[in-house]
């Protein structure tokens, strides 16, 4: 059975969750629902025990975030901080639930494997972002261990390379500390197991978000996805 400590958070959520739903669907046909995806996402943080503070200016429009991708905390804090939209995995849209919410808060879903597939996805990433979207990718293609990056693959940056109008990209790193390790979840374990023991700790988990000065423009997509990668393992070479 699951820690009541861990219950206790998972009604919190489910309580807000349900409060947000009314919420969202009260004020759509008024046109303001899209506030609530970025409100629910700060706030689920904080229910299920997340801390987030943040250094660097985040840009706020026309931006390709790129992170490094520890846990699905990552998507509270950084949806929290940003009130970007994400790029994930189209297996994601078919979740029970998590699918629906993704989609009601503009994720991007991408095949990841199909090389035929790319090009178009890049052109749906380039076309949100030259209407001021903000995007967060994660381009390590799955979460980390937490002990460090898996390399950062380049195909999506695509979108970006040459950068249409303003539009920048500029690497976040997210950082957990020494908790990083404790906390990840691998793409190949079970998400459940991981929520359990992630909302059984003691405490709140602090994680710090750097936003880090964007990146110069280029058409060269690789040297970008070396150059995001390199600043972001900088910024987490302290606490490593």
Known sequence: MPPIRALARMAHGIIFLLFCLAGYGLTRPFGLH???????????????????????????????????????LDILALGGATGAVFVSKDDVDGWPLVGWLARVGGTIFIDRESRRA????????????????????????????????????????????PAPGNVVVQPVAVDYGAAAA???WSGDDALGPNVIKVLARRGGLKVHLHFLPPLAPSVDRKAMAAEAQAAIERALAPSA
């Open 34 to 72: 899209h506030i609530w995806p970025r409100f629910f996402l700060r706030h689920l943080g904080r229910a299920m025990g997340l801390r987030v503070s943040a250094s660097g200016q985040p840009v706020p429009r026309g931006v390709l975030h790129v992170a490094n991708h520890v846990s699905w």
């Open 118 to 161: 790319a090009r178009g996805q890049a052109d749906r990433i380039g076309e949100a972002l030259s209407r001021g979207q903000p995007i967060v990718l994660f381009p390590e293609g799955t979460t980390n261990d937490g002990r460090g990056l898996f390399p950062f693959r380049p195909a999506l940056f695509a979108s970006v390379a």
């Open 182 to 184: 404790d906390i990840s």
